[in-house]
């Protein structure tokens, strides 16, 4: 199944139950604009209205710009994909894209992009649904993480690897989820001059448009997380929740910091912190975290957590609170300033330095109660 028209399909499912198994999948043209990356315009495989497509044992190759390998708009519309290789080579062609509450399930998938902007599991203005099990999912263009959504992404047993952009990017009131994923990011080169940083995890609003704004969250269960280079998790002008559960989280960068909530430049400057509550259970967490003067963190320690860093080293910015419980402990690696505090009195290991509550040194072996910060 070829197609090299610009704006073309090599395969349209429009509102019928249509199944492909053993084919092979060709597409060049190019296409611009909303029309491709909202509504599927030039994508290789095109499911919308109302569409119930099932593809298996499949490869698909596009060249050309905004050329999206297998696309589900709308909703109502569902796309079931299986034993496939994908691999795209032009700008903002994702291997997976989802939108406007389109359903993608997808299971023992290779793909590999190398354009900018061409995310591996992809989605856009509207979102949908995303399920992806098992599989390798790989990217090498500058923007493009393993996954950006603006839709309800779950990941699990696979590997993913970036090796320019952020693993993940969440934007908006959208969600990542990752179960026993493998996940490895490098992220050294920007697609906007918004940021200072590099990260493997940025969860933000761009104002944009494309994802409605509210609560984001991201989970990550089991697996592993690899950093190269920067922070682990950066948030800017949103709020999130980020949970963490039993997963291997390394950053490889000594001048990264495991969390940065602040400002940047998207939204609008004043009110663009990043506010963030992060739960771990039996998670071992390795690294500063950095909450500036617009923004704020509520971590929660519980069930045998550890951590060890700092908070806030260079003083008080930003309204921090923590609760360590269920035998968590905080071991200093510097200086730490804080709003509030909940802990028994062997939750906390000062080594040899100070933790500010609110101004006062805390005490080591004192039991504390404090209150959420908002």
Not at 260 to 266: D, I, K, Q
Request: glycine content about 12%.
């Amino acid at each position: 199944y070829n197609n090299s028209e610009n704006g073309g399909h090599a395969i349209l499912d429009d509102g019928e139950v249509q199944s492909y198994s053993n084919i092979a999948v060709t597409k060049t043209g190019d296409s611009d604009g909303d029309d491709a990356d909202f509504y599927g315009e030039n994508a290789a495989i095109l499911a919308e209205n109302g569409a119930a497509l099932t593809l298996n044992e499949i490869t698909v190759s596009t060249d050309g710009k905004h050329a999206n390998a297998v696309f589900s708009y709308g909703e109502g519309t569902t796309v079931n994909i299986s034993n496939a290789i994908i691999k795209t080579t032009g700008s903002c062609s994702g291997g997976l894209m989802t939108t406007g509450g389109g359903t993608m399930n997808a299971e023992k998938l290779t793909i590999n992009t190398t354009g900018n902007s061409s995310a591996a599991i992809r989605s856009d203005r509207g979102g949908g649904t995303v399920t992806v099990k098992d599989g390798s999912y790989t990217t090498s263009g500058t923007g493009s993480p393993v996954i950006y959504s603006t839709a309800d992404i779950t990941v699990s047993d696979a590997e993913m690897t970036s090796t320019a952009s952020q693993g993940v990017v969440v934007e908006g009131k959208n969600s990542v989820t990752l179960n026993n994923v493998t996940l490895s990011a490098d992220n050294t080169q920007k697609n906007s001059s918004n940021s200072d940083w590099y990260q493997a995890v940025m969860i933000y609003q761009s104002m944009s448009g494309d994802a409605a704004q509210g609560a984001s969250s991201f989970t990550m269960s089991g697996g592993s997380l690899t950093n190269e280079n920067g922070d682990i998790f950066f948030v800017n002008n949103t709020e999130t929740a980020i949970t963490l559960s039993g997963a291997t989280i390394t950053n490889k960068d000594a001048d990264g910091v495991f969390l940065r909530a602040a400002a940047a430049g998207w939204g609008n400057e004043g009110s663009n912190g990043g506010h963030v509550t992060l739960t771990a259970s039996a998670q071992q967490i390795d690294g500063n975290m950095l909450v500036d003067d617009i923004s704020t963190l509520n971590l929660y320690l519980a069930d045998a957590s550890t951590f060890s860093g700092a908070i806030n080293p260079d003083k008080a910015q930003g309204d921090v609170y923590v609760e360590l419980s269920g035998g968590a402990k905080w071991t200093l690696s510097g200086d730490s300033y804080i709003t509030s505090l909940t802990c028994d009195t062997d939750s906390i290991d000062l080594n040899g330095h100070t933790l500010y509550v609110n101004g006062t040194a805390y005490t080591q072996g004192t039991a504390a109660s404090g209150q959420t910060v908002s």
